[in-house]
Structure formats: C-alpha cells, structure tokens
C-alpha cells in the first residue's frame, strides 16, 4: 500500500522480482531505478536511452515507450579493469564511486555511470579491488537483471 492505495497484490516472490512501480521496487531493496524511452527492439531485447546512456534490457515493450528501469543491487558487478575477456552482461558503464556504506556483511557502494548504480560487494572485494570514493570503476549488469515497467 502507498498512502492508503494498494499498489500491488501477489505472492512474496512476484512482488520481490517483479515490482509494480518504483514505490514497490524501493520498499522491496531495489537501489538502482531509472527511468528511459525505448529506443529500439531486437527479437527478445530492446534498448532504452537513460540520459546520454544506453541499457539493453529483456521485456516485451515499444519503440518510443516510457519505462522505469529497475536493478537490485545484488545483480551489478565492478570492476577496475577494463581490459576484462568480453562476458555475457550486455551493460557495462564507466563510472566513479560516490560512496561506499557499510551495510551489514558487505558494503554498499553508490557510483556515478551517467546515471547513479548501486552494488552491494564483499569486504573481500572492496580490499582486492582497492576501492574507494572517487575511484573509477566500470560497473555491469545482465540485460535479464533488468526488470521492466512502463509507465
């Protein structure tokens, strides 16, 4: 519920995968939530315009239409080495980290890719890579790590 209205009924795993709007996706964890315009389709995929920005993403959507773009933290990975063997994640922007919170068992870091990305990484990981606020990173998500919602 949002301010008295129900804004999305289903089972506890709908709800947490599939959130109706950004008020659902916030409540349950999702850091990362944009907004584009779709762009162009190719078979199951489609590209959408952030700002300057472009994110491939899996979703049955038109040319020309509105979408929120939802990404849990869970689902981005960072990197500091841009010469890394190509993979699988069709997302991947250079970015700088705004800041990094300790959340728990990991730590939570915010970074500027043209748009804000959260990840949430190890402690571990945070050593090995060496990062820091106001380092630059290169952060990647899968295009089915994107879960899509018109508006």
């Known amino acids: 519920m949002d301010k008295g209205r129900i804004v999305q009924i289903a089972s506890p795993e709908k709800v947490m995968d599939h959130p109706a709007d950004p008020f659902v996706a916030t409540f349950v964890g999702v850091e990362t939530i944009l907004s584009g315009t779709v762009l162009a389709r190719q078979e199951s995929t489609f590209t959408a315009a952030v700002g ?12 020309g239409e509105k979408v929120f773009l939802f990404i849990r933290p869970e689902d981005v990975t960072i990197s500091t080495d841009s010469r890394i063997a190509a ?15 300790a959340f728990g068992p990991y730590q939570k870091v915010t970074m500027d890719c043209g748009f804000p990305v959260t990840a949430y990484v190890t402690k ?28």
């Open 87 to 101: 993979t699988s994640a069709r997302n991947t922007f250079q970015g700088t980290i705004e800041k990094i919170i």
């Open 52 to 63: 300057d920005r472009r994110i491939e993403a899996i979703g049955e959507v038109g040319t």
């Open 124 to 151: 571990g990981s945070i050593q090995e890579l060496k990062l820091r606020e106001g380092s630059p990173v290169i952060a990647s998500f899968k295009a089915t790590a994107v879960h899509v919602v018109r508006k």
